[in-house]
């Protein structure tokens, strides 16, 4: 889940992220929504893949921290929170056409932001416009999906995550050009025993500044019926493995 602090003031804040991270069940929807099939994520990338990283347990959904945070924020009061006269309300961009699923989990998250004093508002759109409104930052939370093998880990940090690096289609998940760019650079330059050092910055700086949330890691399935024998699930979700399956008669 990405957050956009160009449009919402409150995101700035990065105890208002954090906040709103902790406030989410991950497990519950792992569960749930995707049959358990899916796995709460606590990083950017499963273990599973190259140069992911230091591997963090997932946030356990902890609502009294979360309001204990947004109250040291000064969102403070009863129902939906506010400050300076300003109600804590923030729009969810989701597209079930992109996405499968994704407004069944924003609204499990609007009710879990309503327990701590947000008001999440839900806004679902189809295919074409969640691109164009992402792309052109017309959000405050919105998911993103990594791009997957064979094109991670890099292909997501510097298509998600590097200012100068144009991306016509999902926008950008968060950027700095100060603090993150150089790190992202560094990554993509360095080699052997140097990458997984530099990479593991990059992730280290998403993770101290809560600039991120990320919620579930989702598999590839793949079904067939019992006269199929000799399958195996591919290495990617773009290869059809027809070698060595027999169809039983």
Do not use: C
């Not at 946030?59 to 969102?75: N, S, T, V």
């Amino acid at each position: 889940m990405g957050f956009n602090p160009d449009r919402a003031e409150a995101l700035k804040d990065p105890q208002v992220r954090k906040a709103i991270s902790i406030g989410i069940d991950r497990a519950a929807i792992a569960q749930a929504l995707y049959h358990g099939y899916a796995r709460p994520a606590g990083n950017l990338f499963s273990g599973a893949l190259p140069y992911a990283g230091t591997q963090y347990e997932p946030p356990a959904r902890d609502a009294a921290a979360a309001a204990a945070l947004l109250e040291k924020a000064g969102w403070t009061g009863e129902g939906v929170r506010s400050k300076n006269g300003k109600p804590l309300t923030l729009e969810m961009v989701v597209s079930p056409d992109a996405v499968p699923g994704s407004r069944v989990v924003a609204e499990v998250i609007q009710s879990e932001m309503k327990e701590i004093g947000i008001d999440l508002v839900v806004r679902s759109v189809d295919h074409a416009s969640k691109h164009t409104d992402m792309l052109e930052r017309k959000y405050d939370l919105g998911f993103f999906l990594t791009y997957g093998a064979p094109y991670d880990p890099f292909g997501t940090i510097v298509g998600l995550f590097l200012s100068t690096f144009h991306n016509d289609v999902e926008g950008k998940l968060v950027t700095d050009p100060t603090n993150l760019d150089p790190l992202i650079n560094a990554a993509t330059a360095a080699t052997g025993d140097q990458i997984q050092p530099t990479v593991q910055k990059v992730y280290d700086w998403l993770r101290e500044n809560d600039a991120i949330a990320p919620l579930i890691y989702v598999p590839s399935i793949w079904a067939h019926s019992k006269r199929v024998q000799g399958f195996t699930s591919p290495v990617t979700e773009y290869d059809m493995p027809y070698e060595n399956i027999v169809l039983a008669v």
